[in-house]
Structures are given as C-alpha cells and as structure tokens.
C-alpha cells in the first residue's frame, strides 16, 4: 500500500479526491490547518489520518517540511503551496525520499491569452503577485524534474465550483445574489460588453486527473497540464444560458467599467476585475491525450450543481425551487 500525504486534504478538491485515493488503495494521510470536515460526507474519511498543522506558523519555524518528509510518503500532493520559498523547502526535504510529487496551481500562471485556447506551450507572462509566484514554482518545479530527477507533476486547475461553497457567476465574482437577479428575471449589469471567458472545472474533475496524473507516472512526471471544462463562457453567454436555465429571458445591459462598478461592492468589482483582465480560456488537449483525462462536467453543468444547492442552502431565493 502506497501513502499519500495531501496538504490541504480538507478543501474543495480534497472533498473529492480523498475517498478516490482510499478507494483505489492508498494509504492516506491529510495535512490541514484545522480539523474542519469534507464539503460532502463520505464513509471513505473513516480511513484517513489526519494531522493538525498550521502551515505558514510550521514554516517560519522551519519544520514544515521536515514534518511531511517524517510521514514517509510514498506521494505527495500539495494544494495549498504559496509562496516559491514553501515549495523549495518541500523540494529540499523530499528529495531522494518521494515517489511523484504533484502540485497545485491555477491557470492564472498564464496572463492575457494572445492564441486561444491557451496550451501549456505557451510562455508564462503572469502578472499580479499570486499568479507570479505560482508561475515561479511552477518554472522551479520543472527545472527540479528536467536536472535532478525530482518526480514533480503540475496541474493548473481553472475556477473550481461544486457543492458546498458559491461558484464564480457571471458578473465574474462570488457573489450569489448575481443567480437570484437571474431566478428573477431581473437585469443584469455586466461590464463592458461581457465579451471576457471564465473557464471553471468541478472539483471531481480536478480529483479525477489527480488519480490519472499518479496513475500515468511515467508520462506525468515533469509536466504541467490544464485542469479545467472542455470550454471557457463568455460572462454574456454564461448569464444567457443561467437565464434560461431558471426558465427567464435574459435581461442584461453593458456597462463600461467606470460605470459598473460605481454599483458594485469594493470586494466584488475587484474580484470582477482580476477575473475579466486574466479572461482565461485554456486547452486541456495535452492532458487528454497523455493523462486520458476525460471532464465529466461541462462548466454550465459544474455551476448548475452548485448553484441548486445554493438554492438548498437558501443562499439563493428563486421563485421555484428547482
């Protein structure tokens, strides 16, 4: 029995991808800050250990690393890396000691797509610091792969819904009362002509290339793939079709920036305006053809569960319940 350490075994993905790993065998041992529960119950966590730690305190003591590296992994995931300085101490502790290392990081690596779809060839011009620093380990891990061996595998996940938390809408932020105007068939405002693409991926999807990432070693190590739908929305298309979907016509208009977002929170027109200035739309071809990598959800679908069990929540009122 091989055993997989996961940092971050807890969150979004982790609800998915831990029972997948106990399923198939694995011993698994789920690092998290605090002992908060999987978004959705599974008989499967019965198995795991879990161990409470604090990443960013362990760190500044220096000992992170050196913890994860005691456990004996076989595997190591790392969801939750950030900044490049974490994911070199990893590096430095595991060495010689792991089988495959998998880290997470977004799609944001890339900035403004220039060809799209965007594929993994082309070159990192990120910017804004969270997209910086993980293009910056990303670059660092391949290096680590390409000259001393260090079996790593990156997966770049785009903006993961599911049930249990609110999934990005189509003003381009987490607000859900973006769904309600929609339940209602009332208007909508979206920035400039909402042209710009979002391109979500359910969490089961990103469990499900974990598990073909380890299962395909040979092929996976020292590469970097695509995690997300088989197609990006435009944040226009995206409404249309939630529209329709609570049974509306929708009622949008389009506003230039400066005029949108004098009616929007700080928190949100900011969360709009990252998401519309990076507008990813991204190819998962290289993932499909070596990881056999096949996207069970469609983004609409992806958002349409989670939004039902907004609705279940009653974080979303709509006329009907669906």
């Known amino acids: 029995m091989s055993r997989v350490v996961i940092i971050g075994g807890s969150g979004h993905v982790g609800t998915y ?32 250990r879990t161990i409470a730690l604090d990443r960013a305190a362990s760190e ?16 190591v995931i790392d969801m939750i890396c950030f900044p490049l300085a974490s994911a070199q101490q990893l590096v430095a502790a595991l060495s010689g000691r792991v ?34 620093q993980k293009a910056a380990i990303e670059a660092f891990l391949l290096e680590q792969a390409r000259l001393k061996d260090f079996p790593a595998t990156i997966i770049h996940p785009g903006h993961i819904v599911g049930p249990g938390w609110p999934p990005l809408n189509p003003a381009g932020n987490f607000n859900p009362k973006v769904f309600e105007t929609l339940a209602r ?5 979206l920035p400039h002509l909402g042209l710009e693409t979002v391109h979500h991926v359910h969490a089961d999807d990103v469990a499900q290339i974990f598990m073909r990432a380890i299962a395909r070693w040979s092929v996976s190590v020292g590469e ?16 249309e079709n939630m529209a329709a979907w609570f049974g509306k016509q929708p009622n949008l208009e389009f506003l230039p920036w400066s005029e949108w977002k004098v009616g929007q929170s700080d928190e949100d027109a900011a969360q709009t305006w990252e998401h519309i200035t990076h507008s990813p739309n991204s190819s998962i071809a290289k993932a499909q053809r070596l990881l056999d990598y096949q996207p069970r959800y469609s983004s609409l ?18 006329a009907d319940r669906r």
């Open 17 to 48: 991808l831990v029972p997948r790993l106990v399923e198939s065998g694995f011993e698994v041992v789920n690092v998290s800050r605090g002992q908060r529960a999987s978004y959705q119950p599974h008989v499967a966590w019965k198995a795991v």
């Open 60 to 75: 500044k003591q220096g000992t992170f690393a050196t913890t994860i590296a005691d456990l004996r992994p076989d595997i």
């Open 99 to 132: 089988q495959h290392f998998l880290h997470t990081g977004p799609i944001w690596v890339h900035g403004p797509s220039v060809s799209v779809p965007t594929t993994e060839m082309q070159p990192r011009k990120p910017f804004g610091e969270y997209g910086i």
């Open 185 to 189: 068939g009332e208007r909508l405002a």
């Open 224 to 239: 970097a793939f695509h995690n997300v739908s088989p197609a990006a929305l435009s944040l226009r298309g995206y409404a």
């Open 301 to 318: 679908e992806a958002v349409q569960e989670s939004v039902n069990w907004l609705i279940q929540q009653g974080q979303v009122m709509t």
